[in-house]
């Protein structure tokens, strides 16, 4: 009974590590934003990132995931396996958009980062229902930030 349980944990183990090994797993954990760009449909969003004036300050996990340790990798979790999920079945939207719990992250990094510059213009009022990349869409993608193509012009 017991030879059977064992043999299929090692059987487990060893394709989860054949599977990490093979998706290059870790290079998921680091912050390179040419691994966000694995996937053909960031390639205009990354294009747009690359060419624009966020690019020398903020890498993607620099808006998209939290600081702390934890819960950065936990959002990396959950991202990814919804990323995984929509690739399997074919569910990739024509247009990529940022569910709620991803906009509250977004959010709170401008804030993070521009705290100060939004308080005074807000007068204080940082818990309006507006976001930050409700007028500023382009700010951290440039001003291609909507193209569902990428262009190919490659000056910074």
């Known amino acids: 009974m017991k030879l ?12 989860v590590v054949v599977g990490a090994v093979a998706t290059d797993f870790t290079a998921y954990l680091g912050d390179d934003p040419t691994t966000c760009n694995n996937c053909h ?5 990354y294009e747009n990132w690359f060419h624009a004036g966020h690019r020398a300050w903020a ?3 620099d808006c998209h995931t939290p600081h702390d340790f934890i819960p950065k990798y936990v959002v990396k ?3 990814g396996f919804n990323h995984v999920s929509a690739f399997t079945l074919g569910h990739i939207p024509e247009a990529i958009r940022a569910k709620e ?7 709170a990094n401008c804030i993070r ?3 100060e510059t939004v308080s005074s213009i807000a007068d204080g009022q940082m818990g309006s229902a507006r976001a930050c990349f409700d007028c500023h869409r382009q700010a951290a993608h440039g001003s291609r930030g909507t193209s569902p193509r990428p262009q190919q012009d490659k000056t910074p």
């Open 59 to 61: 890498t993607c996990n």
């Open 4 to 15: 059977p349980l064992a043999i299929g944990l090692v059987a487990l183990l060893a394709a």
């Open 101 to 107: 719990r991803s906009r509250r992250v977004v959010q």
């Open 41 to 45: 449909v960031m390639d205009a969003v």
């Open 113 to 115: 980062c521009h705290g």
């Open 77 to 79: 979790g959950i991202n």
